[in-house]
């Protein structure tokens, strides 16, 4: 019942920019913090950025001042403005969401399927 649909992803040369998008979709009564997660090859899962309800940041060190997350509730969708990308950014970014969904008490996270982004001349 629950989705979460990502968009964005592709090809891009070193220096360019990019802008994932992330539409949460269902029976959902409330959502929770938003975010991304991205894994490249042989590497573990690392938290990319996230953003709570009230609109506070957190970011990876090697992602600030160039990436930018945000939300619009009334979309119910999250974003990420990725400026300046280099090739160790090539991996496969995932978004995730802390949602109640109907039926349910407690928040649990539901995650997209993932889309690859590759940073290469």
């Known amino acids: 019942q629950v989705q979460l649909v990502e968009s964005g992803g592709g090809l891009v040369q070193p220096g360019g920019s990019l802008r994932l998008s992330c539409v949460v979709s269902?029976?959902?009564?409330?959502?929770?913090?938003m975010g991304w997660y991205r894994q490249a090859p042989g590497k573990e899962r690392e938290l990319v950025a996230d953003?709570?309800?009230?609109?506070?940041?957190k970011y990876a060190d090697s992602v600030k001042g160039r990436f930018t997350i945000s939300r619009n509730d009334a979309k119910n969708t999250v974003y990420l403005q990725m400026n300046s990308l280099k090739p160790e950014d090539t991996a496969v970014y995932y978004c995730y969401a802390d949602l109640v969904v109907r039926g349910r008490l407690y928040g649990m996270d539901y995650w997209g399927k993932g889309t690859l982004v590759t940073v290469s001349s």
């Open positions: 953003i709570t309800t009230g609109s506070s940041t």
């Open positions: 269902g029976s959902i009564v409330r959502i929770n913090t």
